[in-house]
């Protein structure tokens, strides 16, 4: 199971980093939040010395070191010091690094190339992820996932030259009923073929049959869409792109 513990945030966040084989890696996971799941949270601590930023809701920033297939917690940070481990793990020995017999979920380290980036909690996509299968703290398997196969649209890279192949390919003839008048339809993407091409799409907010109907047919002749892999797999983002008529629209 992967778990990334994360909340509806809507920016970015700074991860939480995992000493492996040597290397210092980010990822996509906070563990520390899954011990809260059965322990009280010292949010008043976080609040007072700990890491206050949108990037960072959780409000520390945790280090973690996997060594012998055990995951331990070497330190949280805070804001500007690290924050003593006894005032957060308050029923563990924090005299040494603490074995994190709590965590039954999985650890993502995404490197690579930046495939997609998302202004949201963890959601870019690099080119490969290394997933940490723990049980009881314990690692029972690790998994290599390539997202290289991902390719970005130039129709989503610059939204300008989208807006102008939407106006230069509503076809007029196909409204009878004041074609040029000024209106505007939401059409929302909901899949996208290997090939890049627009299968799926839903009208969300219309106007009348024959703009909703034409809307459609413009956003599906998009030539060209992203092509995300996430986990191996590909998975679609939903878009919502507005359509608007009227020829002295800019």
Known sequence: MISLNQKAFGTAQIPDFLIYEGDTLSIYANPLESYFDNHPRPDSLFDKIGYNSTACWRGYIAYWELKNDSLYLLKVQGDSTSIDLSLILKDKETNDKIFADWYSYSILNPYGKLLHYEHMGYGSIYEFEKEFVFEKGIVTDTKIYDNSK?????????????????????????????????ARVFVQILSVSEDGKIDSVNVIRGWDNERDKEAVRVVKSIPEWDVLYRHGEQFNLIWAIPVIFGKDEE
């Open 150 to 182: 991902s390719r970005k649209s130039k129709y989503t890279e610059n939204p300008e030259l989208l807006k102008k192949y939407i106006k230069e390919n509503i076809d007029y003839s196909n409204i009878t009923n004041e074609p040029f008048k000024k």
